[in-house]
């Protein structure tokens, strides 16, 4: 939860901080459900940063007041089959200035007058969910399947989909993994074309991973 790559919170290490967690399993073990909860005033993190107060780079101190919930609750119904599922919530209560600003000010700089607006307080939500079902086919391998997206129309609802296969050596020491995963996103354009730019909205990857343990 703290300074994770585009979300968590207290990014703002001067700010205060709450976090909390919780966890139950039931006497059986075939539930478990643990849930992750912070709170936190962050510097910067949602709108970005201009530090230069002038006309052509106006100062842009963005504040932001964020909740985040993470929940994860994990069936086993037997010793074959294990069935998870995740929510996430995030809010946010920040301070921003209107995204034309920038553009704004620096069409006027020729003229050294430059375009001043008040920042307004903006209140976003996002919701992920995600899930996921491995099924031991033998002592020794395993398949899984994953799904998982995030309803942020600012992000394009992003998604992915993942398919794991991993097989163990007999004697414990090698773990192999081959994972394929689909991602895609109905805005912006994140992937790369065979020329290597960025013009698709979907991508594949396929991965292969080797552990030994010793």
């Known amino acids: 939860m703290n300074d994770t790559a585009s979300e968590g919170i207290h990014d703002d290490n001067g700010a205060k901080a709450l976090f909390g967690v919780a966890s139950y399993t039931d ?16 510097e910067d993190v949602l709108f970005g940063e201009l530090n230069a107060q002038t006309a052509d780079s106006p ?5 932001d007041d964020t909740t985040l919930s993470d929940t994860d609750i994990t069936l086993t119904p037997n010793a074959k089959w294990t069935i998870g599922g995740e929510y996430v919530y995030r809010e946010d209560s920040a301070t921003e200035y ?22 307004v307080t903006v209140n976003q939500t996002s919701h992920g969910y995600a ?10 391998d395993d398949i899984a399947f994953r799904y998982s997206s995030v309803k942020n129309t600012a992000d394009g609802n ?7 296969y991993a097989l163990k050596s007999p004697d414990g020491k090698w773990l192999t993994k081959l994972e394929y995963r689909y991602d895609h996103t109905s805005e912006g354009v994140d992937f790369e074309d065979s020329s290597g730019n960025f013009t698709k909205t979907s991508g594949t990857t396929l991965t292969v991973g080797e552990v030994y343990t010793f």
């Open 158 to 164: 992003p998604y992915d989909e993942t398919v794991t």
């Open 98 to 119: 209107d995204f034309g600003t920038e553009y704004s000010i620096t069409a006027t700089a020729d003229t050294g007058t430059p375009v001043v607006e008040t920042p």
């Open 131 to 140: 899930g996921y079902l491995v099924y031991d086919t033998t002592p020794l």
């Open 59 to 63: 100062q842009i101190d963005n504040s």
């Open 27 to 42: 006497p059986k073990g075939k539930w478990t459900g643990t849930e992750n909860w912070g709170f936190s005033h962050d």
